[in-house]
C-alpha cells in the first residue's frame, strides 16, 4: 500500500464511524476492482436495478458487470419518449437497488448532491430499497461549504462540456451561479442522516473518479 493510500485509509475509517452515526455505512478499497466486485457480490441475483447519472459508475467497469449479470434492469436512457420515460421512473422508484456516485461526501459523513432534472437526488433520497454510492477519495470535502463549491467548480463545468450545454460555467470553467435556461444545477441536495438504517451504504475508492 502506497503512502497516498494508507493516507486515504486512515481518511475513509473516519468517514465510515461518521457514515455509521448517520445511520449509513461504508466501506474502503485500495482500487475499483475490489469495489466492483463487493458491489455485484452483495446484490442478488434476480434483483431489479436502476442508475442514476454517474461518470464514476461507468468508469469502473460497475455498469458492465451488472449489464453481464442476471438481473432485471430499468434504464431511463431506453426511452423513446418523455412519457416512456416517466413509466420507466415510476418502476424506478421501486428498484431493489439504486446505484449512483456523490458529487462530494465530506469528512463528517454528509453526501452533497447537485441535480437537474432530481430524479437521481429524489431516489436517493426515498424510494429504492437499497441505494449503492460509490465514490473516489477525490470527492471527499472538509465541510458543506467546500463540497457545494467542489460541486459547482469542478464537476459542473466537466457535465456541461460532457453534455454540450450553453452555460458559462463551459466556457469560464467556474460556476456563475447562472439561472440559464439550461442550467443543471436545480436541487442542491444534502444527506446528513438517513432515516432507514442500512439503506445507504457508501463505498470510497482510493482513486480519481468521476467528477
Keep these: 500500500?502506497?503512502?497516498?493510500?494508507?493516507?486515504?485509509?486512515?481518511?475513509?475509517?473516519?468517514?465510515?464511524?461518521?457514515?455509521?452515526?448517520?445511520?449509513?455505512?461504508g466501506c474502503f478499497?485500495?482500487?475499483?476492482?475490489?469495489?466492483?466486485?463487493?458491489?455485484?457480490?452483495?446484490?442478488?441475483?434476480?434483483?431489479?436495478?436502476?442508475?442514476g447519472g454517474s461518470e464514476t459508475i461507468k468508469e469502473i467497469g460497475l455498469m458492465d458487470a451488472v449489464r453481464s449479470g442476471s438481473y432485471e434492469l430499468i434504464d431511463r436512457a431506453a426511452a423513446r419518449n418523455p412519457e416512456e420515460a416517466r413509466q420507466l421512473y415510476a418502476r424506478t422508484v421501486m428498484a431493489d437497488y439504486y446505484l449512483m456516485s456523490s458529487n462530494a461526501v465530506t469528512i463528517d459523513g454528509e453526501l452533497i448532491n447537485i441535480d437537474g432534472n432530481g430524479n437521481r437526488v429524489a431516489c436517493l433520497i426515498q424510494g429504492p430499497s437499497h441505494v449503492i454510492i460509490v465514490v473516489g477519495m477525490n470527492k471527499i470535502v472538509t465541510d458543506l461549504k467546500s463540497g457545494v463549491a467542489r460541486v459547482r467548480n469542478m464537476a459542473s463545468p466537466a457535465n456541461a462540456i460532457r453534455l454540450g450545454r450553453k452555460l458559462p460555467c463551459a466556457v469560464t470553467g467556474h460556476c456563475h451561479d447562472c439561472l440559464s435556461p439550461e442550467c443543471f444545477c436545480n436541487q442542491i441536495v444534502v444527506t446528513r442522516r438517513s432515516g432507514h438504517a442500512g439503506r445507504i451504504r457508501v463505498y470510497l475508492v482510493a482513486e480519481d473518479l468521476g467528477y
Aim: charged share 25%.
Design 1 to 25: 500500500m502506497s503512502h497516498k493510500t494508507e493516507a486515504f485509509a486512515a481518511m475513509a475509517k473516519t468517514i465510515i464511524e461518521n457514515l455509521k452515526k448517520r445511520n449509513m455505512e
Design 29 to 51: 478499497f485500495e482500487n475499483s476492482a475490489d469495489c466492483v466486485k463487493a458491489v455485484i457480490d452483495s446484490i442478488p441475483q434476480g434483483s431489479v436495478i436502476s442508475w
